[in-house]
């Protein structure tokens, strides 16, 4: 919700003549953010309206790939058409973005017959430059007939009759029930669906602020494609920070301080810096998460068996271990299915990372690890276990 008070800050300043009537699409804001935006943002010239798609997120969570920075709301642009079927037209906007210019014309744009009015991903031509692996997902994976047309999907103008009369929300589903490990889930549904059926709008519309973000993209952009960048970005009308470089994570990459420069006016400001601030306090965890691993839970079990009664029923108690592990990996899979911020981080970015590294190598990891890996000759090899960390 804070970021969206950005990109909101960032409309309101430059909405001159034009009226918005925003539709915030969203699934679990409390009713105090709700009020926070409605009193900083509504006014003579912006109305602001909530949808709560809790329920139709919650009907198709089954078919909803998500990752780390990827989650479920990603899929509220399907129904669009369908909640919004008395009207003509919808634009539709991801909140990290910047607002640089008043859009209004946006809306008027001729799409002609077709379904969608988007901008073309700037980073697939990278991909197509230097033949990446995208590509050949693109074309296999996805069946695109030309690759090179993949849009973005952070700004969408819907065509609304169109899209009802070519049941658009349906086929994505359709598509992303049957879709495997998608890259970028909503994104590539959208180009499967809706290919040759998209009005292709000037890419300084929807400016993707991560090709100035990693060498990678700027150094490989082909050079006419650079040239249009440029001239994109130097008129730029809505500003992208797609990727996972956010600018209230990363404050020192480009364009990160304009940005910044609308977060301080808006009423989450504050939220914003104390997130920060949470973020790089170090975490302490990685030790008990490798604790927790089944390795570890199965060693320990072993190790504890130090009288005759233990070794006899240490059979049944490693598979009560065994499923207690299950069911916690169960619980742990459908949190994060609800919720992606339950994702827990790599370990990695634990600053007890090197301890948790030694209890890897630890007897009691070794010998459950052994037991998962051999678990028909583990009998043979625990001897073995045993002697090396005696020695």
Not at 166 to 177: G, K
């Amino acid at each position: 919700m804070a970021y969206l008070a950005v990109a909101l800050e960032s409309l309101k300043t430059h909405t001159h003549t034009s009226c918005y009537d925003i539709i915030i699409l969203e699934i679990h804001l409390s009713e105090e953010q709700k009020r926070t935006i409605l009193t900083h943002y509504t006014n003579d010239k912006i109305s602001i309206r909530f949808l709560n798609l809790e329920r139709e997120i919650s009907l198709h969570r089954q078919t909803s790939y998500t990752t780390t920075y990827l989650s479920s709301a990603m899929y509220l642009r399907f129904f669009i058409p369908k909640i919004l079927h008395q009207y003509q037209r919808a634009i539709y906007c991801d909140s990290d973005v910047i607002f640089c210019a008043d859009i209004a014309s946006l809306y008027d744009v001729d799409l002609g017959d077709n379904l969608l009015g988007v901008v073309k991903d700037t980073g697939v031509q990278v991909f197509h430059h230097l033949n990446d692996h995208f590509v050949s997902y693109a074309q296999n994976t996805l069946c695109l007939k030309n690759s090179q047309n993949y849009f973005q999907s952070g700004l969408l103008v819907f065509n609304i009759p169109q899209c009802l009369k070519e049941n658009l929300c349906e086929q994505c589903l359709e598509t992303l029930a049957h879709l495997e490990s998608p890259i970028y889930p909503d994104q590539d549904v959208l180009n499967i669906v809706a290919e040759g059926k998209v009005a292709f709008l000037q890419g300084c519309w929807s400016v993707e602020n991560h090709i100035l973000v990693y060498e990678y993209f700027l150094s490989n952009l082909p050079a006419q494609e650079l040239e249009l960048y440029k001239q994109d970005l130097a008129s730029v009308k809505i500003l992208q920070y797609a990727g996972d470089m956010k600018p209230w994570s990363y404050p020192d990459t480009p364009n990160a301080t304009l940005w910044w420069s609308y977060a301080r006016n808006s009423p989450f400001y504050e939220s914003i810096i104390y997130q920060n601030t949470v973020r790089v306090v170090p975490k302490i965890g990685a030790e008990l998460r490798v604790k927790n691993t089944l390795s570890y839970s199965l060693g320990n079990a072993i190790i504890r068996a130090k009288n005759p009664l233990k070794v006899i029923i240490l059979p049944l108690t490693l598979i009560k271990v065994y499923c207690a592990y299950k069911l916690r990996k169960k619980l742990y899979k459908m949190l994060t299915k609800l919720d992606s911020s339950y994702t827990l981080p790599p370990l990695e970015s634990y600053a007890d990372f090197d301890k948790s590294q030694k209890l890897k190598e630890s007897l009691t990891y070794q010998l459950g690890d052994t037991l998962i890996k051999h678990p028909l000759t583990f009998p043979f090899l625990a001897p073995k276990i045993y002697r090396t960390y005696k020695e």
